[in-house]
């Protein structure tokens, strides 16, 4: 009989976390979706390029639930986005932003979950700054300045013009010119600054969460082994 009752105890633990991560999901994913909404225009940069906070919500989901609920979070806030017809360049950005932000939640997540500590939050966040940079870098060059050009009538020629005429520091003559000029140090910014709010806003949330955890494997109880 107490085995049954610590099965049903157990399934009842689970079914909690499995709730708890469902709401933190959701929880994050509006709060992505506001962040989206809220773009700013950066200096040196083109009027196309836009930066926002929404990757925050979706590390939070990520350090909080596993690498699988940031890149939840990251799909649904650029499906909301395009469903709720904020999107402005035919879906093409809102994929982009998917593929980046996907790869900057899953690396920084992915180290976090192997070291959950102050050092293991600095080190994530690093690794997920290279991996944006870096994906986002063969993204725009293989998949969304040729469909700017294909579905959107931006042709290339103008992006180099937009992104030179933007960029004083610089000469921007080619397509890998907008790439190393205009699009690393975005991202580079972008994800530097991102970690830094989100490693002073998450290490006093971290213990809220570690908290939890505890609480969940203390409630459940132990199998005696007495017979």
């Keep these: ?134 994906a986002t870098s063969f993204v725009n060059y293989f998949f969304s300045i040729p469909l700017y050009e294909k579905v959107c009538g931006f042709p290339l020629p103008a992006i180099i013009a937009s992104c030179d005429e933007a960029n004083f520091l610089f000469s921007i003559k080619t397509k890998l010119d907008v790439i190393l000029m205009t699009f690393v140090p975005f991202n580079i910014f972008k994800g530097i600054t991102i970690s830094i709010i989100a490693y002073f806003c998450y290490l006093p949330l971290r213990r809220f969460f570690e908290e939890k955890k505890d609480q969940a494997k203390e409630a459940e109880p132990e199998v005696s082994e007495e017979k």
């Design 1 to 134: 009989m107490s085995e049954v009752t610590t099965n049903l105890k157990s399934q009842n633990a689970t079914r909690k976390s499995l709730i708890r991560k469902i709401a933190l999901t959701g929880v994050m994913t509006a709060l992505a979706e506001v962040l989206m909404m809220l773009e700013v225009p950066l200096p040196l940069m083109p009027g196309f390029l836009k930066y926002d906070f929404s990757d925050i919500p979706a590390l939070f989901a990520g350090f909080a639930c596993g690498p699988v609920a940031g890149v939840i979070v990251e799909l649904l806030k650029n499906l909301l986005h395009f469903i709720f017809g904020m999107s402005s360049t035919e879906g093409i950005g809102e994929v982009a932003n998917f593929i980046s932000g996907t790869f900057f939640v899953l690396a920084a997540t992915i180290v976090y979950q192997r070291l959950k500590n102050t050092k293991g939050v600095i080190l994530s966040l690093v690794f997920g700054t290279a991996a944006l940079t870096i």
